[in-house]
């Protein structure tokens, strides 16, 4: 099946949509809640629970965007049906994290947070691959208030829901735990090319109990 190809340029070459998804022209927005107001001086991004130290990082936004800039083009997949294509997203990647804010050793898991309390919960591996970017643009423009500003989690290889726009901070965790959406009905790993769409279809290892 059309499995997304890996360039050296860390682009993707994407032949065919996941199964059951269709283009979609424009860029929706799609989200629970309201959309926050951001408040610079209130605002920072926090790395907490089981890191390497036992202690926490805080970035304020100054700090955050001074981070180490990259790109990635990636497709954006919603668990409703549609998909955008080929967007460049730019912004520091997960990695970069977790090189600045390493995690203890016994860490399997990652939940992010993002403002109102929504938040997403992803396997470290599925966080720490090398296309995951916490973008604060897309094609070279900062990002509307609508899609995330000022940051807001991409993965490519996972449905949109596992990437929460207003990320405020990621706490590193020694066991799985279901976020916002994995809690009400989505499926705890998402991946859109096995069509992981709703809980009732996990298999044993796939998640914490419901
Ligand atoms: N904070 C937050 N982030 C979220 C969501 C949400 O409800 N709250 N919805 C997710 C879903 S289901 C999708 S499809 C994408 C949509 O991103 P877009 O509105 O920029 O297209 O955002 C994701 N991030
Ligand atoms: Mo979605």
Redesign the pocket.
Known sequence: MGQPVERESGETAQPELPPGQRLQRG???????PVPKFRPERWEFRVFGATADGGKQCWSHDEFTALPYASVVAD?H???KFS?LGAEWGGVRARTILEAAPPAPAVTHVMVW??YG?SSNLRLADFASERAIFATHKDGELLTA???FPV?LVVPHLY??K????VRGIEYMTADRRGF?EERGYHNVGDPWREQRYSYQEEPGDGPEL
């Open positions: 860029w929706p927005v799609t989200h629970y809640g954006l919603c668990v409703t955008m993002a403002e929504f609508e899609h995330g807001r949109a829901w990437g929460p726009k207003w959406w």
